[in-house]
């Protein structure tokens, strides 16, 4: 299997969590963020370059950006790399500070990223953090005024919330969780944990004051369970769980293997492949700095670049990212570290309209009027 250069390095200098510049007081690059046509001219561009003529070098930059808070968690769930007791062996522990968050976000701007859109997420839980809320007003002054991440629930108590910046800002909290308490505990949480993260969503959603956040949850039965009928009592009883709420929406999760974390996943594999889009719509930064192919990998597997230490058109299309897309486009990803193991190019729901749509209008926020 051939390597990117930064593939699996692990002695690239990672600065402290502070680096010697002025950070969040530094006057953000100008930026005037994408209309809604601009969107989908943009997104109409990459599906040219990723499906109709694929290209390793798109002349576009990614509108799709994750940047991880912190690579560490409260929680240890049986579907995550994080629950592996060698993972900090692995990808040694890292929070993001928010002047490190600023020279990420001068960059992307810097670069040409135009979204109003973040996604706080990587690995670990996002308010495990300190600092998060101190990063999202980075982000804002940045012009990401609309911020979309996972959390397990658990720490979004009300003085945590209280923190976050509102003016103008939106956020969408991803949230797995189940209607049924020993699936929960079994499969995520630790003991107590579901009462605490159902208390906390519920306060969200009866509380108007709690209008700038919406909550998606994701009923997990889905790890343990295969029985649709089981699963859509599942999904029901966990809308009945929560008072009725335009800020709630509902629906299972769709379990992937975590680029071969989960093996038994894998037998997706005997299925015909399909070319993965992210290489050509998304960014994944950790909080080393280092960019990962993607939201999957999350034990940095195929490392294309650093942004402490690059520009993004460095590492947009430097030789390793090229190198990964080709690969992916000659039908190999065996040649990627992360893409070796990952079942996403088998997995058929991920290419359905039904996903597409959803991530659309989800994920990318492609209708969002903010
Ligand atoms: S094939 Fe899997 S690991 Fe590779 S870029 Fe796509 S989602 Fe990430």
């Known amino acids: 299997m051939t390597k990117a250069p930064f593939a699996n390095r692990r002695d690239d200098p990672t600065p402290s969590s502070s680096p010697a510049d002025d950070g969040p007081t530094r006057t953000p690059h100008p930026v005037r963020c994408f209309s809604f046509f601009e969107k989908l001219q943009h997104y109409g561009r990459a599906f040219w370059h990723y499906r109709l003529?694929?290209?390793?070098?798109?002349?576009?930059?990614?509108?799709?950006i994750s940047i991880e808070i912190t690579n560490v968690c409260n929680f240890r769930c049986v579907f995550c790399p994080q629950s592996a007791p060698q993972h900090h062996h692995v990808v040694p522990k890292s929070y993001l500070s928010p002047e490190c968050a600023a020279t990420f976000l001068q960059k992307l701007r810097e670069g040409g990223v135009r979204t109003n859109v973040i996604h706080w997420t990587h690995d670990g839980e996002p308010f495990v953090n300190k600092r998060f809320h101190e990063i999202c007003a980075v982000g804002v002054r940045y012009g990401f005024n609309e911020m979309y991440f996972a959390t397990n629930g658990m720490l979004c108590t009300p003085e945590r919330l209280a923190q976050l910046p509102r003016a103008d800002c939106g956020y969408t909290f991803t949230i797995d969780f189940s209607a049924d308490e020993a699936t929960f505990e079994r499969v995520r949480g630790t003991p107590g944990s579901w009462a605490r993260v159902r208390a906390n969503i519920a306060r969200i959603l009866a509380d108007p004051d709690y209008d700038h956040i919406t909550v998606e949850l994701r009923e997990i039965?889905?790890?343990?369970?295969?029985?649709?009928?089981?699963?859509?009592?599942?999904?029901?009883?966990?809308?009945?769980?929560?008072?009725?709420?335009?800020r709630l929406r509902v629906r299972s999760k769709v379990f992937h293997n975590a680029c071969g974390f989960l093996p038994r996943l894998r037998r997706r594999r005997r299925v015909r492949y399909r070319l993965c889009p992210y290489p050509w719509t998304s960014l994944s930064v950790a909080s080393n700095g280092e960019v990962v192919a993607s939201s999957r990998d999350l034990r940095h597997q195929s490392v294309l670049g650093n942004l402490f230490t690059q520009s993004l058109d460095d590492v947009w299309n430097g030789a390793p990212m090229q190198a990964l897309r080709r690969h992916l486009i000659d039908e190999r990803p065996d040649r990627n570290g992360a893409c070796a193991g990952c079942d996403l190019p088998y997995d058929p729901a991920k290419f359905t309209l039904a996903n597409i749509w959803r991530t659309s209008s989800g994920r990318l926020r492609l209708f969002s009027r903010r």
């Open 53 to 64: 003529v694929p290209t390793a070098a798109p002349s576009y930059v990614p509108e799709d």
């Open 221 to 246: 039965s889905t790890f343990v369970e295969s029985d649709p009928a089981l699963i859509a009592r599942r999904e029901r009883a966990l809308r009945g769980l929560f008072p009725s709420s335009r």
